[in-house]
């Protein structure tokens, strides 16, 4: 049968249709378009569903494919870390519209992160919808690499994996700050590279820490993904599930 057109469907991390895309013909069997972007918000897993029809009447909407962007940006800055995020307020930040926490309520749920850096220091913020809590039991994380080829998917050795091979992670837990390599899972198991600096106010979260525990340096490009978690699951991600900065 001979091919009469072919089309993509687009559906946001939320399942709504983003967009719709005819695809050009380029020859008797290839069919492209190249000419779409994908703006943020929202971030995530986005669905793509490829649709084709032929000038018989058959259809096939059965090719899926799933993407997921992430966002390139530099901000340097010092920031002061004083249990005050005023130095954020010049800044980018990125806001959440997705939460994954499945329904365990919004002291999980992340609303918006941000990073910078100065010669010496990583600094990032997170925002929480339902406030900060210092248990045992809550986790902020932020997992990150510039060297993939020496990195871990997988978080804790769990099947929840991450779009990139992490390196190190920034775990705020307990009222302790800890960066970890990637072999870590808590603060009891073999990993702990050194300690981090934070500060917080009811619902924002700011942390420190320096560049050489995180095995960087200032030009160094960095993926990287926040995350807050329990004793036993991955609950929230941002910039959003799949997906990084």
């Avoid at 946001?12 to 380029?26: E, F, R, V, W």
């Avoid at 329904?103 to 918006?112: A, L, R, V, W, Y």
Wanted: net charge negative; proline share 5%.
């Amino acid at each position: 049968c001979t091919t009469q057109n072919v089309t993509a469907y687009i559906y946001a991390p939320n399942g709504s249709l983003y967009a719709t895309l005819p695809m050009l013909n380029k020859s008797n069997t290839i069919y492209e378009n190249s000419s779409f972007n994908i703006t943020a918000p929202p971030f995530g897993s986005y669905l793509v569903n490829i649709y084709a029809n032929s000038i018989d009447g058959d259809i096939n909407a059965s090719e899926n494919i799933s993407i997921a962007p992430f966002v390139n940006f530099n901000q340097s800055q010092t920031v002061v870390i004083n249990n005050q995020t005023g130095d954020w307020n010049p800044l980018t930040n990125f806001t959440d519209e997705v939460s994954e926490n499945g329904g365990n309520g919004p002291q999980f749920n992340i609303t918006h992160i941000s990073l910078a850096h100065n010669n010496t220091h990583l600094f990032t913020y997170l925002k929480i919808a339902g406030g900060i809590n210092f248990s045992d039991g809550r986790y902020y994380r932020a997992y990150l690499t510039n060297n993939e080829s020496n990195g871990e998917p997988r978080i804790n050795g769990s099947n929840t994996r991450l779009p990139f091979n992490y390196t190190r992670i920034i775990q705020l837990n307990n009222s302790e700050c800890r960066v970890y390599n990637k072999t870590n899972g808590a603060s009891n198991i073999p990993g702990i590279v050194g300690n981090c600096n934070f500060g917080n106010t009811s619902n924002e979260i700011e942390i420190e820490a320096p560049l050489s525990l995180l095995n960087l340096s200032v030009n160094n490009s960095v993926n990287l993904t926040f995350e807050t978690a329990n004793n036993t699951a991955s609950l929230d991600f941002m910039p959003n599930n799949n997906s990084f900065i």
